[in-house]
Structure formats: structure tokens, C-alpha cells
């Protein structure tokens, strides 16, 4: 490719991205109205949205206005044609979504299992039924499936290769090639990426904090790790390897971690570790005990409501050393820290303002997440829709 097609296409790349933006704020709305509000002129407009009628990623309506005249043609997103699949792996199971291009619901599963201990070819087989069920749904819904993202608690790689993910014992797992393979379908890329990363971006996007410019979301299902905008964009560093405050160690002499190390922020806050110092959870399903624990700290069991109090407690000092880096508006508490958010934000809070260096916390607002089971899928719809605005659309027909 010449310096000038690439031009061309990052050019093409950018104005297709700043309308379908546009669309998905202001739709119903007219080719002048996107010209207006995007600062392109009618003809790129024009040239754009025939591309995206011609792709059935939008469609015209008419609709009657206030004032006397003929019905003005307008323009909406259309969800008709295709549709993303979010799944994320965690100690409290499987999940899956998908989403269509106009922000339908398509799906939403939930299954117990496979496990943290269950290890990744068991893993790898139950993603792959779930996500092969998933595609079958949306296709029977007439849509096509334009990708499919994985949330995995951990490291992983620029080539979807699960580094290390210590909530679930693994190191060295291939996954976005083991997936793949089991699918069998290399007409849908598969991408895999750490789980807060996901899950910050749905929280950038979506509900109460959509656009909000500096912003963490923080959770510890499986292990304990935040997902990173900063001055509005995801942060990803130099491999991937982003935002392990986990592995952070608290306590010297602490509580062995998965990573083989003593004291880690998971080892003494993560779901995992409360669940192991409250007596009487003896279901072997992490999500019954949540539940059970939930139940236990809202009747105000004193031994409970002890321990969570000594999680919110190390869960605040952790907090504190990234706003003391990163100095965020927003930190969310997601998975199963929002659902514990009444039991654990007051410590989390009083601890935060102690170790903070900033006064105020650097104006830092702990909040619980408005999506609590669903952020990091939702997020991962998202990732798998952006070859929308990056370009790479699919073919007519």
C-alpha cells in the first residue's frame, strides 16, 4: 500500500468513525445534521452514509416534522444485519452476549462452571460449545456474526495468548488459537484481552459514566485487576500487560497468591480470599457463595461484615496507589464488588483517603458499577464491533 492509499483509508478510517458515532447519539437525523455535527462537508457524508445503506449498517425512515411539509428522511442505525458476541471467563463461570450493530440485546447467557481449578483444555471446550451456541442464535436471527471477544482475568497478549491468569491457574495458554481452532470457523476473528480492560471500556461507553474522560474500574472475581482510561483513551502499554494491581503486595508475609508470591492485593482482597475466610460457604459454586455471603452481611452477621471490612480496608490502600499515579475521576468497584459495594465502600473509602497522597483522594468518586455481571461482555461486544470504525466493514449483500 502507497503513504497515499493509507492516508486515504486512515482518513476514510476516521470519517466513517465520526459518523457512525454521530448516528449512534443523535439518530434519528438527517445527512445535513451529521455533516453539521461531525465538520465534514455533504459530499463525504453523502459518499459515507450510501457505503453504510449499501452494507445495511443503517437504514432511512421517514418521520413527519413539527412543521408543514412532506416527512423529512432520516437516518438510523440498522441491527438487522449483523451482531457481536462478548464471552468472559471467570471463577464464577461463563458468560455470553451479544449485541447487535444498533445496540440490540441479542443474548444473554450465564452458566456455572467449568471452574478455576478446571484447567484450560476443559475451559477452552466449554467457551467453544458456549460461543458455537451463540453464533447458531444469532444466525438463526438472520444476523451474521462480525467477531467474537474473550475476557480472561490476566495477562494476555498482543497475539491473545493468556500469559499468565493466576485466579485460574494458567500460564502459557494459547487461548485465541485454541479457541479458534475449536470453533473451526475462520470466517469470525476471535480476539481475547484482559477482563477490566473490557470492562472499563463498557463503562466509557455505556450508563451513568459513558464519556467520562479519567476513569478505573476495579474487580476481583477471579483476580483483583483495573481496567485504565486515561484522557479518554483505553490504556494499554507497551505489550498489553495492564493494570495487575493484584499483584500488588500489601502485606508482607501475607497469604500465599496464585502467583506464587506472599501478601498480593488478590491473595487478601479478591473474591476468592473473602469467600475462604467466611465459615459455613461450603457450595462448591463461587456464585451460590456470593449469594449466601451477600445474604449473611445484609442480616449484619458480625464474623462477615468483619471481613469485609479488612478486604475494603486492603482494597483501599490498593486504590490508592493508582489514583496516586493516575489520579482518576472515577474508580468503579464491578463484579462482585458492586454487588458487596454497600458492605465494603465505607473501609474502601476511609482507607483510600488515608493513603492517597492528593488532598481529597485527588477528587477521586469510588462508585459501584450499574452493569455488575455483564461489564466486561458488554465491553467485549464493544471491541469486537470496532472493525465498524476502523475501516473494516463488512461486505454488501
Known amino acids: 500500500m502507497t503513504s497515499q492509499t493509507a492516508d486515504h483509508t486512515d482518513i476514510r478510517a476516521t470519517n466513517l468513525a465520526a459518523v457512525l458515532g454521530y448516528l449512534r447519539r443523535q439518530a434519528p437525523c438527517s445527512r445535513a445534521a451529521i455533516a453539521s455535527g ?12 450510501a457505503d453504510l445503506l449499501d452494507r445495511r449498517l443503517v437504514r432511512e425512515t421517514r418521520q413527519t416534522q413539527h412543521h408543514v411539509g ?3 428522511t432520516l437516518l438510523v442505525l440498522d441491527g438487522s444485519a449483523y451482531a457481536a458476541i462478548g464471552l468472559e471467563v471467570s ?3 461463563l458468560t455470553a452476549l451479544a449485541y447487535d450493530t444498533a445496540g440490540g440485546q441479542v443474548l444473554r447467557w450465564h452458566r456455572a ?3 478455576a481449578g478446571a484447567g484450560p483444555a476443559k475451559t477452552v471446550a466449554a467457551v467453544a460449545a458456549l460461543a458455537r451456541r451463540a453464533i447458531s442464535t444469532v444466525q438463526t436471527s438472520g444476523r451474521r456474526v462480525l467477531g467474537i471477544t474473550v475476557g480472561v482475568p490476566g495477562l494476555v497478549n498482543r497475539d491473545g495468548s493468556v500469559v499468565l491468569a493466576a ?6 495458554v494459547p487461548l485465541r488459537t485454541d479457541l479458534t481452532a475449536a470453533l473451526g470457523r475462520p470466517d469470525i476473528p476471535v480476539t481475547v484481552d484482559n477482563d477490566a480492560s473490557l470492562a472499563v471500556l463498557a ?17 476481583g472475581d477471579t483476580g483483583v ?15 498489553g500487560y495492564i493494570g495487575e494491581i493484584g499483584h500488588l503486595r500489601v502485606v508482607a508475609d501475607g497469604p500465599l497468591c496464585g502467583c506464587g508470591r506472599r501478601g498480593c492485593l488478590e491473595a487478601l482482597a479478591g473474591l476468592p480470599a473473602i469467600l475462604s475466610r467466611v465459615d459455613g460457604l461450603t457450595d462448591p459454586d463461587p456464585q451460590i457463595q456470593l449469594e449466601h455471603l451477600i445474604r449473611r452481611a445484609d442480616d449484619g452477621e458480625a464474623a462477615v461484615t468483619k471481613v469485609l471490612a479488612e478486604a475494603g480496608t486492603h482494597l483501599g490502600h490498593g486504590i490508592a496507589a493508582l489514583v496516586n499515579v493516575l489520579n482518576p475521576e472515577y474508580v468503579v468497584l464491578g463484579g462482585a464488588y458492586a454487588l458487596l459495594a454497600a458492605h465494603l465502600s465505607s473501609a474502601v473509602t476511609k482507607a483510600l483517603h488515608e493513603s492517597a497522597i492528593a488532598p481529597q483522594a485527588g477528587a477521586c468518586t469510588v462508585v459501584a458499577s450499574t452493569f455488575p455481571d455483564t461489564a466486561t461482555p458488554l465491553g467485549a461486544t464493544a471491541r469486537a464491533l470496532t472493525s465498524l470504525t476502523t475501516g473494516h466493514l463488512p461486505s454488501p449483500g
Do not use: C, F, Q
Not at 467520562?212 to 474487580?219: D, K
Not at 485487576?225 to 505489550?239: F, N, Q, S, T
Open 91 to 93: 471463577a464464577r463461570g
Open 38 to 49: 461531525t465538520g465534514l462537508n455533504k459530499a463525504t457524508v453523502t459518499s459515507i452514509v
Open 203 to 219: 463503562e466509557h461507553l455505556y450508563g451513568p459514566l459513558a464519556g467520562s474522560e479519567n476513569l478505573i474500574h476495579l474487580a
Open 225 to 239: 485487576g483495573a481496567g485504565i482510561i486515561v484522557d479518554g483513551r483505553p490504556l494499554r502499554g507497551h505489550l
Open 113 to 115: 462452571g467449568p471452574g
Open 167 to 172: 485466579g485460574l491457574g494458567w500460564r502459557d
Open 70 to 72: 412532506r416527512p423529512a
